[in-house]
């Protein structure tokens, strides 16, 4: 069947095998004095941060910049100001959990985007 853990790599990792890894055991087979092979690269995580702070960034400068419009209607229209903020934060927070789930969600019933 198809693995469910892909290191960076795209080869199959079997987690129950990391969690029985113990590293009091000493195999003269088992040569690693460094792990680096065991976690795989880091630069998978890397883009992630970054694309996480540059959108984070973004929505931080919107924010700032639509911060005095937003006083200014709430001065005059505050009951639809409030309905629209509310239905953006739901907006925003369904389809966040939708495309998480979205994406693991193939993994677990085995199809994949080929």
Same mark, same amino acid.
């Given at each position: 069947?198809?693995?469910?853990?892909?290191?960076?790599?795209?080869?199959?990792?079997?987690?129950?095998?990391?969690?029985?890894?113990?590293?009091?055991?000493?195999?003269?087979?088992?040569? @690693?004095?460094?792990?680096?092979?065991? #976690?795989? =690269?880091?630069?998978?995580? /890397?883009?992630? %941060?970054?694309?996480? &702070?540059?959108?984070?960034?973004?929505?931080?400068?919107?924010?700032?910049?639509?911060?005095?419009?937003?006083?200014?209607?709430?001065?005059? @229209?505050?009951?639809?100001?409030?309905? #629209?903020? =509310?239905?953006?934060?739901? /907006?925003?927070? %369904?389809?966040?959990? &939708?495309?998480?789930?979205?994406?693991?969600?193939?993994?677990?019933?085995?199809?994949?985007?080929?």
């Amino acid at each position: 069947g198809d693995a469910f853990l892909l290191d960076a790599d795209g080869t199959a990792v079997d987690y129950f095998e990391l969690l029985d890894h113990d590293h009091d055991e000493h195999h003269d087979d088992d040569d @690693h004095d460094d792990h680096e092979d065991d #976690v795989g =690269s880091s630069r998978p995580w /890397g883009g992630a %941060i970054g694309a996480t &702070f540059v959108v984070a960034s973004v929505t931080l400068v919107g924010l700032a910049f639509l911060s005095p419009c937003i006083s200014m209607m709430t001065k005059n @229209h505050a009951k639809l100001v409030e309905i #629209v903020i =509310s239905g953006f934060a739901a /907006g925003a927070l %369904i389809s966040c959990a &939708f495309l998480i789930l979205l994406f693991e969600s193939t993994h677990l019933i085995g199809t994949g985007w080929a």
